[in-house]
C-alpha cells in the first residue's frame, strides 16, 4: 500500500492564544470592580475620578489624531466586520471543531476587552453619587418662574463668555 500524500494538520489554531486569556482575566476583574462600585458609590466616586480619568484621557489621546469618531465608525462598520470575520473565519479557521471553538472563543475576547474598556472609563461613573449630592445642593421644587430666571441668568452668562471666543472667518470658534 502506498501512502497518500494527505497534508499535516496546522495545530497553530487548536489552542487558544495567551493575549484570550488576559482578556478574559481582565473581564473578570472589571466585572468585580463593577459590582463593587454598584454597591459602593464613594468607591465609584474615587475611582471614576482617578482611574476612569486616566483611561478616558489616554482613549482620547490614541483617537485624538482622527477627524471622525471612532466609535461611530466602529458601529457603522460592523456589518462589514462581521461578513469578513465569518468569511477568515470560514476559509482560514474550520478546519476542526475544536478550531472553530477556538476562533469563537477569540472573538468573544475581543469583545470582553470592549466590556473592560467601558468598565475602566464609564462604567463606573454610572454608579457614583448624583450631582446634587457632591456639589451639596438641595432639590427643590421648580417653577416656570424660576426656570425662566435661570434661563435669562444663562443667556447673560454666555453672552459675556462669548466677548472671549475668537470667531475665524467660517465661523468657527477658538476658545482661549
Known sequence: MQKQN?????????KMPLWAYVFFGLALLCV???VVAAVSPTFADAFNGSVGSTVRALLAHLTSWLPFSLAEILILLIPVAVAAITVYGYRCRCETWRCVWVFVIC???????????FVLSFGTGYHTHTLDERLGLSRVEVNADSLYE???LLVEETNKAANGVTFGENGFSVMP
Open 6 to 14: 494527505v497534508p499535516k494538520r496546522v495545530k497553530k489554531y487548536d
Open 32 to 34: 468585580l470592580l463593577y
Open 107 to 117: 472573538i468573544v475576547a475581543v469583545f470582553s476587552l470592549f466590556f473592560s474598556l
Open 150 to 152: 435661570t434661563a435669562l
